[in-house]
């Protein structure tokens, strides 16, 4: 009885450990290369721009690089902005550029198309917790007013309550 549970008690540890590895981006890996290789990977989030609307996965760490991979499925050139980049350093990768817009910088890709911009938001002062926020930032089409979205972030910060 004594063995159940010590092994109930170490089951539960590595689920726990687990599930924060996946949530927070820590490799947990059962060999040392799995866990070289993906050392230094940075979060992704997948913009998928599909009949006039953004499709959304994934999110991002403040203080962390965060890749944002917009792919245009429509047969249409999309605008990528959001309030997110202001002040923020951006790198574009692959087939989208860079045109100025009334709110600052914006990123165009073509039909069949995808870009990749690179950023980091905020600092990584702090420590992310369970209980840091997974806070929404508006995206934008600034060709077409009606394509929006959101991408998330985990923020350092805490959220006031009012």
Known sequence: MRTTTRHSATLMWLSTTLAVGVLFGTDIAVAPAA?????HAEPAIQVTIKNMAFHVTGYGREGTQTAVVVRNDDGV??????????D???????????????????????????????FTKGSAEGALTMMSPLVPHVIECDMH?????????????????R
């Open 35 to 39: 866990a070289s290789e993906k050392e």
């Open 88 to 118: 923020t350093s951006v790198r574009l990768e692959g087939d989208g550029y860079q045109v100025g817009g009334k709110e600052g910088l914006a990123y165009r890709v073509d039909p069949g198309k995808t870009m990749t911009l690179h």
């Open 145 to 161: 007013p009606d394509v929006k979205g959101e991408v998330f972030i985990i923020e350092r910060r805490s959220v006031s309550r």
């Open 77 to 86: 050139t999309h605008g990528f902005y959001s309030p997110l980049f202001k």
